[in-house]
Nanobody, 135 residues
Framework: QVQLVESGGESVQPGGSLKLSCLVA????????MGWFRQVPGKEREALGC????????FYVDSVSDRFTISRDLIKSTIYLQMNGLKPEDTGTYYC????????????????????????????WGQGTQVTVSS
């Protein structure tokens, strides 16, 4: 059974850092585009970034591109979201998600430009981990 389990969320002061983890089970990271999303109550789920399983390339939305970094450890079947310079507006529930991509055109990153930020493309989701940025 495919599972994604996020962890690492906690309360932190503005300017601080956190590293979130997403442990995956029963699938191969290299076959997926892996996304990180954030949601606050009353708002739509917001894409933050994507890691292409085939080549490891990463993509980010502008609002976090200079502060957040996605990485992976294939041996541990885990992807990470390193967040630096946290701001109160980064508060929310953070989700990782997996988009099956193995059948896509070879030679292109699995995180398809203009599409990876659409939450409806993703097939599997974790349960989320809460991040609170407050003084």
């Amino acid at each position: 059974q495919v599972q994604l389990v996020e962890s690492g969320g906690e309360s932190v002061q503005p300017g601080g850092s956190l590293k979130l983890s997403c442990l995956v089970a029963e699938f191969t990271l290299e076959y997926y585009a892996m996304g990180w999303f954030r949601q606050v109550p009353g708002k739509e789920r917001e894409a933050l970034g994507c890691l292409s399983g085939n080549d490891g390339s990463t993509f980010y939305v502008d609002s976090v591109s200079d502060r957040f970094t996605i990485s992976r450890d294939l041996i541990k079947s885990t992807i990470y979201l390193q967040m630096n310079g946290l701001k109160p507006e980064d508060t929310g529930t953070y989700y990782c998600a997996a988009d099956w991509a193995r059948s896509r055109t070879p030679g292109y990153p699995f995180c398809t430009a203009g599409l990876w930020n659409n939450s409806r493309r993703y097939d599997y989701w974790g349960q989320g981990t809460q991040v609170t940025v407050s003084s």
